[in-house]
């Protein structure tokens, strides 16, 4: 069999990759669906490693046990490549490029009392809001940035380099006390100002662990309530002494703007780095265990089943991967390298060492269920084919609120799950309505949360979802009617500039009586809006 070119390129070459990206494709098809998907660019490096990470992608793909080739995953790769591509192409760029002849001459105070101008005046440019890479886990992050500099030598800068220079080095992996660190220092060395000082707002997205709990999260900004938040600042020259004028003046400037920062950020940061990202948090990182229970080391030689034990600094990861797959976890984690490699960064650096086994623990971790596996004790296989009696999922719940003619709703039910288009995670709450035909049964809250979990734990797009989850509610619980809202946060949309922080997606699926009854409609809906503004 012809192996496609496009996977033996970068570091896919000498890993083995090239013989299980092909498994049950033709491959000599495959190149040249690959060839076309690169043959875009004119830069040849440019296409090289944009070939490099459709290959990984693939890999990656089918270590989940997808097909690569069914509808949803055709573009798959070469989204995800692009995306990753757009998201680090900082590393194309430098300050001297950017700032170019963007300093101005520009005269200051005249007299030798006070400053201003250009001779020793203070410039603060606010809220320059930005997407990044964490370099743990490979997810976006936002970061907002705060700039000062001072000025000498009567000269200022355009105003629009300041943004420039803090987006080319958020287009890189990394971590926030590193970003404010470059970004000082580059921009110190470059414009050569009498100071230069950066503050940022970070907010990490949170995710569910494997016993379900959510990663704890604290933030102020109800844009992103329920995301990790951390700050950090640096400075360079007049600002390297935290207890300095200018540093009281750049705090003041940014309480003018409603921004809440504390000068002694540059050393409370070093303590708070440990919390920034969840999987730094982590002590232990377990998939979720196979047919109801965990096995050990011996049970997953016996079962057929592939482990694979890593240490880190903060986490010890015991992944296992079913064979029948046909890629190891070891193929997995060298085609995470492979992209990390293909944006311009060292795989090999300290603080990205662990990262690739963690990005396929991250997904994994969503995948390894699958139809027929046991959820919350319950044997999915029976699901499907339940039409009516006795089912181990009904039962009578006095906390669960039902209106006259069996109408039951449950609000707000927890859901993330990971996009398939772009590999990357959303998130929100599903709201579920139904008319139950035989009273005072109906599915407890815990069980409602079963169903919506055991969709959610795949790849998968919103409008599958909101439909299987009205189409499993409707088969188990004996309805005469279901009706589906989901209500979710992309980060594929936000970390690509698609929409704007604080935007959601709201789908709908309808079954039986909520087709034809707006009445009900009307009603599910208030329900939804009557719950507590908190939670909303």
């Given at each position: 069999?012809?192996?496609?070119?496009?996977?033996?390129?970068?570091?896919?070459?000498?890993?083995?990759?090239?013989?299980?990206?092909?498994?049950?494709?033709?491959?000599?098809?495959?190149?040249?669906?690959?060839?076309?998907?690169?043959?875009?660019?004119?830069?040849?490096?440019?296409?090289?490693?944009?070939?490099?990470?459709?290959?990984?992608?693939?890999?990656?793909?089918?270590?989940?046990?997808?097909?690569?080739?069914?509808?949803?995953?055709?573009?798959?790769?070469?989204?995800?490549?692009?995306?990753?591509?757009?998201?680090?192409?900082?590393?194309?760029?430098?300050?001297?490029?950017?700032?170019?002849?963007?300093?101005?001459?520009?005269a200051?105070?005249?007299?030798?009392?006070?400053?201003?101008?250009?001779?020793?005046?203070?410039?603060?440019?606010?809220?320059?809001?930005?997407?990044?890479?964490?370099?743990?886990?490979?997810?976006?992050?936002?970061?907002?940035?705060?700039?000062?500099?001072?000025?000498?030598?009567?000269?200022?800068?355009?105003?629009?380099?300041?943004?420039?220079?803090?987006?080319?080095?958020?287009?890189?992996?990394?971590?926030?006390?590193?970003?404010?660190?470059?970004?000082?220092?580059?921009?110190?060395?470059?414009?050569?100002?009498?100071?230069?000082?950066?503050?940022?707002?970070?907010?990490?997205?949170?995710?569910?662990?494997?016993?379900?709990?959510a990663?704890?999260?604290?933030?102020?900004?109800?844009?992103?309530?329920?995301?990790?938040?951390?700050?950090?600042?640096?400075?360079?020259?007049?600002?390297?002494?935290?207890?300095?004028?200018?540093?009281?003046?750049?705090?003041?400037?940014?309480?003018?703007?409603?921004?809440?920062?504390?000068?002694?950020?540059?050393?409370?940061?070093?303590?708070?780095?440990?919390?920034?990202?969840?999987?730094?948090?982590?002590?232990?990182?377990?998939?979720?265990?196979?047919?109801?229970?965990?096995?050990?080391?011996?049970?997953?030689?016996?079962?057929?089943?592939?482990?694979?034990?890593?240490?880190?600094?903060n986490?010890?990861?015991?992944?296992?991967?079913?064979?029948?797959?046909?890629?190891?976890?070891?193929?997995?984690?060298?085609?995470?390298?492979?992209?990390?490699?293909?944006?311009?960064?060292?795989?090999?650096?300290?603080?990205?060492?662990?990262?690739?086994?963690?990005?396929?623990?991250?997904?994994?971790?969503?995948?390894?269920?699958?139809?027929g596996?046991?959820?919350?004790g319950?044997?999915?296989?029976?699901?499907?084919?339940?039409?009516?009696?006795?089912?181990?999922?009904?039962?009578?719940?006095?906390?669960?609120?039902?209106?006259?003619?069996?109408?039951?709703?449950?609000?707000?039910?927890?859901?993330?799950?990971?996009?398939?288009?772009?590999?990357?995670?959303?998130?929100?709450?599903?709201?579920?309505?139904?008319?139950?035909?035989?009273e005072?049964?109906?599915?407890a809250?815990s069980?409602?949360?079963?169903i919506?979990?055991?969709?959610?734990?795949?790849?998968?797009v919103?409008?599958?979802?909101?439909?299987?989850?009205?189409?499993?509610?409707?088969?188990?619980?004996?309805?005469?009617?279901?009706?589906?809202?989901?209500?979710?946060?992309?980060?594929?949309?936000?970390s690509?500039?698609?929409?704007?922080?604080?935007?959601?997606?709201?789908?709908?699926?309808?079954?039986?009586?909520?087709?034809?009854?707006?009445?009900?409609?009307?009603?599910?809906?208030?329900?939804?809006?009557?719950?507590?503004?908190t939670?909303?």
């Open positions: 069999m012809k192996v496609p070119v496009c996977l033996t390129m970068g570091g896919l070459k000498n890993s083995g990759l090239e013989t299980a990206t092909c498994g049950h494709v033709d491959a000599e098809a495959d190149a040249d669906v690959c060839v076309e998907e690169c043959e875009d660019d004119s830069n040849t490096n440019e296409s090289d490693s944009l070939c490099t990470m459709i290959a990984a992608v693939k890999v990656l793909l089918q270590g989940l046990g997808e097909d690569v080739n069914r509808d949803g995953l055709k573009k798959t790769p070469l989204r995800v490549a692009k995306a990753f591509r757009d998201g680090t192409r900082g590393y194309c760029q430098t300050v001297k490029d950017i700032v170019g002849g963007a300093l101005f001459p520009e200051g105070i005249e007299n030798v009392i006070g400053c201003g101008g250009g001779s020793g005046g203070l410039v603060v440019v606010r809220n320059i809001d930005l997407f990044s890479y964490c370099e743990a886990c490979l997810l976006p992050f936002k970061v907002r940035f705060h700039v000062a500099y001072i000025s000498s030598g009567q000269r200022v800068v355009g105003l629009s380099k300041l943004s420039r220079v803090a987006e080319a080095f958020a287009k890189r992996l990394q971590a926030p006390q590193r970003l404010a660190k470059e970004v000082s220092k580059m921009l110190y060395d470059t414009i050569r100002p009498l100071g230069i000082a950066v503050a940022l707002e970070c907010w990490h997205m949170q995710f569910h662990v494997m016993d379900g709990k990663y704890e999260v604290n933030s102020d900004n109800q844009e992103m309530c329920g995301w990790n938040y951390f700050s950090v600042c640096a400075g360079s020259g007049l600002f390297e002494d935290e207890s300095s004028d200018a540093w009281g003046e750049f705090i003041a400037v940014l309480s003018l703007g409603g921004v809440n920062i504390k000068r002694s950020c540059t050393t409370a940061s070093a303590g708070q780095q440990g919390s920034w990202c969840p999987f730094q948090s982590l002590d232990d990182m377990r998939l979720p265990p196979v047919n109801g229970k965990t096995l050990d080391d011996s049970e997953l030689r016996s079962n057929g089943h592939m482990v694979k034990k890593i240490s880190g600094p986490s010890q990861l015991n992944l296992n991967l079913q064979s029948k797959v046909g890629v190891s976890f070891s193929m997995m984690v060298a085609a995470v390298e492979s992209i990390i490699s293909a944006v311009g960064e060292d795989p090999k650096r300290e603080e990205l060492q662990d990262t690739p086994r963690c990005f396929v623990w991250w997904l994994l971790n969503f995948c390894l269920r699958k139809p596996f046991q959820v919350n319950f044997d999915w296989s029976i699901a499907d084919s339940y039409r009516g009696g006795s089912s181990p999922l009904l039962d009578t719940v006095a906390s669960t609120e039902a209106v006259s003619s069996g109408f039951v709703t449950e609000i707000d039910v927890p859901f993330f799950s990971q996009c398939e288009h772009h590999l990357l995670p959303f998130f929100g709450v599903a709201h579920i309505g139904y008319f139950c035909i035989q005072k049964q109906q599915l809250r069980k409602m949360n079963a919506v979990q055991f969709f959610s734990q795949k790849l998968q919103q409008e599958r979802l909101t439909k299987q989850i009205a189409e499993t509610v409707a088969s188990t619980c004996n309805t005469a009617g279901v009706m589906v809202v989901l209500e979710a946060s992309h980060i594929c949309m936000l690509r500039g698609v929409e704007k922080i604080g935007s959601s997606t709201a789908t709908i699926a309808v079954l039986g009586r909520f087709v034809t009854d707006s009445a009900a409609k009307v009603a599910f809906f208030q329900k939804i809006l009557s719950r507590d503004p939670r909303r």
